[in-house]
């Protein structure tokens, strides 16, 4: 079974500052997807980035980008020019892209707080 | 825009009774996820469905039953609720097929609170 795993409970940067979060997942499959999801107070959860492990280059979405290490088994995200409206938990997720109907598994998530 | 709804936000039961959580879809997804949320423990699978009547277990399925009727509905029962199963639970729904990159909706989730 996959698993993922997010080894920083909580995290912290300054307003405008950049801060990296760090995931690591095991899995025996070639093919597969990984997202970032955002979860604000309001406990909406929000996809922030998704990362094709087929795709050598690294996904990007605006001040948010990933670093996919595919042999490492890494998939951090970086947040640069941090906004106050940033501060949320963050989820890394992983998904088989060979099964349709296969199942989304999530780390434990990491606190990140923005200090103005 | 595509809408999970989980009908109930906020519910109080009594240990040994037993609990109904529903979600709704509206953009005829295949795929319908059950998780529970926890501190320290992220979102954990209790049971997701493929397709209707299909259902397989997540990580974490004792204590728990679901239904799927219809397609754009999927239930999730606590037989006999006890205090280890206050959490919030959360609903989600995609589109099957191959591609499994599809985007994933979450509901706003349901606090349970079991006393």
């Known amino acids: 079974a996959q698993t993922v795993t997010q080894s920083q409970p909580e995290m912290s940067v300054q307003e405008a500052e950049t801060v990296t979060l760090s995931c690591t997942y095991d899995?025996?499959?070639?093919?597969?997807?990984l997202f970032w999801y955002k979860q604000p107070p309001s406990r909406q959860m929000i996809l922030v980035i998704r990362?094709?492990?087929?795709?050598?280059q690294n996904a990007t979405e605006n001040r948010f980008s990933v670093n996919f290490q595919k042999a490492a088994k890494s998939f951090s995200l970086k947040i640069s020019d941090s906004q106050l409206g940033d501060a949320a938990m963050y989820f890394c997720?992983?998904?088989?892209?060979?099964?349709?109907?296969?199942?989304?598994?999530f780390g434990e998530g990491t606190q990140l707080t923005v200090n103005p | 825009d595509v809408k999970v709804t989980q009908s109930s936000r906020y519910l109080v039961k009594r240990t040994g009774e037993k609990v109904f959580l529903e979600c709704v879809q509206d953009?005829?997804?295949?795929?319908m996820f059950w998780y529970r949320q926890d501190p320290g423990l992220g979102l954990r699978l209790i049971y997701f469905s493929y397709d209707v009547k299909m259902k397989e277990k997540g990580d974490i399925p004792e204590g728990y039953s679901v239904s799927r009727e219809k397609k754009e509905r999927f239930s999730l029962i606590l037989e006999s609720a006890s205090t280890n199963q206050t959490s919030m639970y959360l609903c989600?729904?995609?589109?099957?097929?191959?591609?499994?990159?599809?985007?994933?909706?979450f509901g706003e989730g349901s606090w349970l609170t079991v006393v």
């Open positions: 997720a992983y998904r088989s892209a060979t099964t349709s109907g296969s199942r989304l598994t």
């Open positions: 990362q094709e492990a087929y795709k050598q």
């Open positions: 899995t025996s499959e070639s093919d597969y997807y």
């Open positions: 953009m005829d997804h295949e795929n």
């Open positions: 989600a729904s995609t589109r099957g097929g191959a591609y499994s990159g599809n985007t994933i909706y």
